[in-house]
């Protein structure tokens, strides 16, 4: 516990903020009619995109309604995969743990997930880490708690260190709480219980996948509940409800993962480059502008409607405020920090996947012995990143 904690207070001391891209909403927010692979002054990002000798496939595995998810739609939307001579993929899951649980079945080569997907793909020894994705801002991850509920009639103002979260201790004792356990938002809910001094054995928590929580609230049927992007920008849905815990009110980060299989990595490491090559361009061209981020939000509705999911520009607009996704000079940086955990040297980017692990040990999903697996179990490529990032900067 004491080693969980004193992590947390590392990431907080060397974790830099970066401000997520400002957008009015005035502007449409519609695909741009500009063709694809046309040097313009709005994709100059992208005019010195050299193409591969030959056609590679890339299997992406995304989650569906994830803005994280939604970068490399837009770059084969914007024409760029084409560009790069990438045969590119994409297949839909719900959520990161079955992406990584499917690892092994060469079902796909690049993807994402976060803390669930991280420690599955540690212990089942498969893949690799390249890079720190993105991290939470404001209520994309939140533990929503009903408005007549004794938590809020206790109010605010408990904690120095978190003034405004609602941290009566004995309000919180022996509630029943809803969230998907092993998850981002359970991380999330273990650190406020903790700084309340209490821990998880003093309320009844119940393993629950957010789509039923998310039903549930909207019945008003359960107290307390952990809702993350998109569920939790539906403001209206949950008129009767109030963020109470999110990564901002802690001060802490949870960072999310670009990672690829170890097939992938093997067999063709010059298109696994040159894709996120392609992505950390994309990256850059949708925090460039207002406008961009606009038309961003356009191929991502477009992506979500393709697959089933209803939804308009604005709401995937707001969704993509919610997450800081991390450029290359991010990356960089935080590969080649350095920081000291538990008398271990290791980047900061390493550091953060490390607390998120002891965490699941801790929660008893993995064994004490699992802790060893980190290290032992090299996952962490770093020279994805150098490349990219010195041919964005040449």
């Known amino acids: 516990m004491k080693r969980i904690l ?14 997520s891209c400002s957008n009015s909403n005035d502007k449409e927010l519609t695909p741009s009619s500009t063709p694809s692979g046309e040097t313009t002054e709005q994709n100059d990002y992208f005019y010195d995109i050299q193409p591969l000798s030959e056609s590679v ?7 569906l309604g994830s803005p994280e998810s939604s970068i490399p739609i837009m770059a084969e939307k914007l024409g760029l995969f ?4 990438i045969d590119f993929e994409c297949i839909v899951y719900a959520n990161g743990i079955e992406i990584a649980d499917d690892i092994d079945n060469d079902a796909w080569d690049v993807s994402q997930y976060g803390m669930g997907g991280m420690g599955e793909q540690i212990v089942l020894n498969s893949g690799y880490f390249v890079a720190p994705l993105s991290r939470s801002v404001g209520t994309s991850n939140a ?10 009639t206790a109010g605010t103002g408990q904690l120095t260190d978190n003034p405004d979260m609602y941290a009566d201790a004995e309000s919180w004792r022996g509630k029943t709480i809803y969230l998907p356990t092993g998850s981002t938002l359970h991380y999330l809910l273990y650190t406020a219980l903790n700084k309340m001094g209490l821990s998880q054995e003093d309320v009844d928590l119940v393993n629950k996948d957010v789509d039923s929580i998310n039903t549930d609230m909207k019945e008003g049927s359960i107290e307390i509940g952990g809702l993350w992007t998109p569920y939790s920008q539906d403001t209206e849905s949950y008129e009767n409800y109030k963020a109470v815990i999110d990564m901002d009110s802690l001060n802490i980060s949870a960072d999310t993962n670009h990672v690829v299989t170890k097939d992938a990595w093997d067999t063709k490491q ?3 480059l040159k894709y996120y090559e392609v992505i950390a361009r994309v990256i850059d ?5 207002d406008e ?19 939804t308009s520009a604005e709401e995937c607009l707001s969704n993509l405020k919610t997450v800081h996704i991390y450029n290359a000079a991010e990356w960089y940086s935080k590969i080649t920090t350095q920081i000291s955990v538990n008398n271990r040297n290791m980047s900061e980017y390493k550091a953060s996947q490390y607390s998120q692990f002891l965490f699941l040990i801790d929660c008893g999903k993995y064994s004490e012995e699992s802790e060893q697996n980190f290290f032992n179990r090299e996952k962490f490529i770093d020279n994805v990143i150098k490349d990219v990032y010195s041919k964005l900067n040449k």
């Open 6 to 19: 004193s992590l947390l207070i590392a990431g907080c001391m060397t974790f830099a903020l970066f401000a």
């Open 143 to 152: 533990i929503f708690v009903k408005n007549d509920s004794s938590i809020i």
């Open 82 to 85: 084409e560009k790069a001579n």
């Open 270 to 272: 010059t298109a696994v």
């Open 285 to 289: 061209w949708l925090y460039s502008s």
């Open 57 to 63: 496939t890339i299997r992406y595995a995304a989650i």
């Open 292 to 310: 961009n981020m606009n038309e961003g939000a356009g191929y991502y509705k477009e992506w979500s409607e393709e697959n089933g999911n209803m």
